[in-house]
């Protein structure tokens, strides 16, 4: 594919491959006229120069609005683009205007943004895309960023269509992704430019990993995070995801049991906020734990359950330290809540452990925390986080306030400990745990997002 061309010449050409929002492009002058036309129901050549006949196509051919995009041949970026025309008089004159000025104009039928959708760009080996937003939307903070194999996979299990692109090696691609048949050849997904880049961008392109990011908020951060472990090749019990914006979807592998947890999953993680079922709820009930909050649980988590030998959670370690794998034996729910104190567990179970760690890091580039659960044959990741939060030994969360010390009794609840979190930040205070607790429980969890300092009372509960 040749992309050295004007914009609408290689939106053309891109059309003998893949599927392109109908769209009709017009020349620079006084009197514009028609350069390329691909409008189902017409011939692709043009019949007519007139723009007025050609928009007119546009419209009949379904177009409910029309987006107006122009160019300068020899300034591509940053031009006129206006969206959401609804009249062929109204998009006709702004044609005239801009081509009087020398622009050139692609009209193309205006695709929902609203639709559950995303858009995003492909470039070298990164996939970076938004949800319910335009490709520029990738410009703005809290695009999600993967490598390329891992993002189109992901966006496959969520909405059963793999993304349809050119190859993006030595090339920008724009693209959008719809849970409906959208564009000229009526498919999921539509290529709106591709363009050549400088090779050592494309090689050098690595995706901005933020999370969470705009995409984990849309789907549930529990949600995103699982999808991330699946694709990436981690063994996730098979999930569906009951949503608010997006259809129901599965992923993960089965676990045996036949079992299923029923799991609220919010927009961002909230430690210990929400319970997790260990049997079916109706989705509608979880939904309305929200109160009048909100809208915070964005989706339901159906899971299979896993038969527990072992459960627990991670934390990467503290410079060269290795990661810390805490758990307790059977399910690991008053463990997390930090009623529980951790284990030692077999050396078969850390060494699974490690290994699936290490292959998420890997994978992912940046240190993870997982969830985990382990049925005596192998490990299950059953909640999966990026996380830039690390193991200190007995300091929870390093600092050293000059106003003392609260204490927390974990038997007291994490509904407490937000209440001492909150009279901490204000008093410039820490917080002292009192008793043994998992590092990496949900009490933990807390700690560390509040960056409230935190430590261990006694000396006799300190890790090395």
Known sequence: MVLNKHKDTRLFDLATEFNVAQFASFGPGATPSVRHCLIAGCPRSPVSTDPTAAVSRLFSAGAQAVNVRSYLPEHTKGNPFILGLETVDDTVALVNSLASRGYITIVNEAIDLEDGGVSGVALGDTLEFVPEDTPRGVESEGSAGLPLDIGLALLETVYGSRPKLPPSGSSRVEFSLHPSRVGYRKEHSIVWEAEDVDDLRAKYAQPSFTWPNRFSRFIGDKAFGLLV????????????VIGRHVAPFSFGRA?????????????EQKPGEYPTFARWVDPSQLFELDGQSGKAIVSILAQEGVSAKFSGATLPGHKSRENLIEGVYGQGEAFMLGVEAPVKLPPSVKSDLDNLLG?????VGRPVRIEWVHDGHQAWVVQFHATTHKSHGATIVPGFPANGWLQFLPAAGL??????LDQAAKAGRGIEVVGRIGVTSHVGDLLRKSDVPARFSHSGDERD
């Open 359 to 363: 292959e998420a890091e890997s994978q």
């Open 229 to 240: 472990a699946d694709a990436i090749g981690l063994p996730v019990p098979r999930t569906t």
């Open 415 to 420: 509904d407490e400990l937000r209440h001492l």
């Open 255 to 267: 676990t045996g049991t036949g079992e299923v947890w029923t799991r609220p999953c919010p927009d």
